[in-house]
């Protein structure tokens, strides 16, 4: 075998095991919960995309579940990669099932992507075989709707996160963009008499506070995103390390919370789950 066949064969295995480890599915997800039937109680929900997820982005639902005084708690990762609002409304049925205490809700990034071009729409009409165009009026209507339907279905307390920012130079038409999403969250939120978490305007405000000089904004780099997610699997380097490496700050790829940009959030789902757990 020439030499460098044998490369392209090693890249191959390499890049083969990175996309099996990016888009396995949580072994502690919705339908596993309903199938195992737990008796643990409380039970505790993430519903998101791949921020939640945490297979291509800093796995706060994983670091939260360890914290020692939730070890009587079923904790469920119900978040899957490049899920928009309109996938989270097809989850509400098995969430009615469950009818868990806590629902956390972090959804926002795929639908403000899915409206900066035609290109990114196509790239998720195709991925979910959408058939009307994704605007903020499409998110609104959404997230309305997911919120309506786990108040008056479940008994849990919910919480909604703003959607976190997209590349971190707020001068961006990106970041700019991810700005109005968490303005149309909170606007939602607020409506609906639930609790709003400002992840936002948080990591936002750490980013003016951080006083870096150079902040890169978001540019639709799909192969940058693998690349980044490759090495992740492949070397020992951190979210954190790629995502310095790559020139972000909370972020690793414009897109994905480093662990920097997730311990902004759990503290934050943190004081919730603390503040009002059963006697």
Not at 21 to 45: D, G, R, Y
Not at 46 to 65: A, C, Q
Not at 212 to 231: A, D, F, V
Request: net charge positive.
């Amino acid at each position: 075998m020439k030499l460098t066949n044998l490369w392209v064969l090693i890249f191959f295995l390499f890049e083969s095991c990175a996309i099996f480890q990016a888009t396995k599915v949580p072994s502690n997800n919705l339908k596993s919960a309903l199938e195992k039937n737990s008796l643990q109680k409380p039970k505790i929900v993430f519903l998101g995309d791949s921020i939640t997820h945490g297979r291509v982005s800093y796995d706060y639902v994983g670091s939260i579940s360890k914290h020692p005084t939730l070890k009587d708690y079923h904790v469920v990762n119900e978040g899957i990669n490049s899920r928009l609002t309109v996938q989270i409304l097809e989850q509400l049925e098995d969430l009615k099932v469950l009818n868990p205490d806590f629902v956390f809700l972090l959804i926002g990034t795929n639908d403000l992507k899915a409206t900066l071009s035609e290109e990114e729409y196509k790239r998720y009409a195709s991925l979910w075989n959408l058939k009307e165009p994704v605007t903020e009026e499409s998110f609104v209507k959404n997230l309305r709707t997911i919120i309506q339907n786990i108040k008056t279905a479940t008994k849990a307390k919910l919480v909604v996160f703003s959607p976190p920012i997209l590349g971190e130079d707020k001068n961006s038409i990106p970041f700019q963009r991810s700005k109005r999403f968490a303005e149309l969250t909170k606007e939602v939120v607020t409506k609906e008499k639930v609790t709003y978490k400002p992840l936002h305007e948080t990591l936002s405000k750490g980013l003016e506070d951080s006083k870096l000089t150079n902040k890169k904004p978001y540019i639709s780099n799909t192969w940058g995103m693998y690349w980044t997610i490759l090495k992740y699997y492949s070397t020992p380097a951190t979210w954190n390390d790629l995502g310095d490496s790559n020139g972000y700050h909370y972020l690793t790829d414009a897109i994905h919370l480093n662990e920097r940009g997730g311990k902004i959030l759990e503290p934050m789902v943190l004081e919730e789950i603390l503040s009002n757990k059963p006697l």
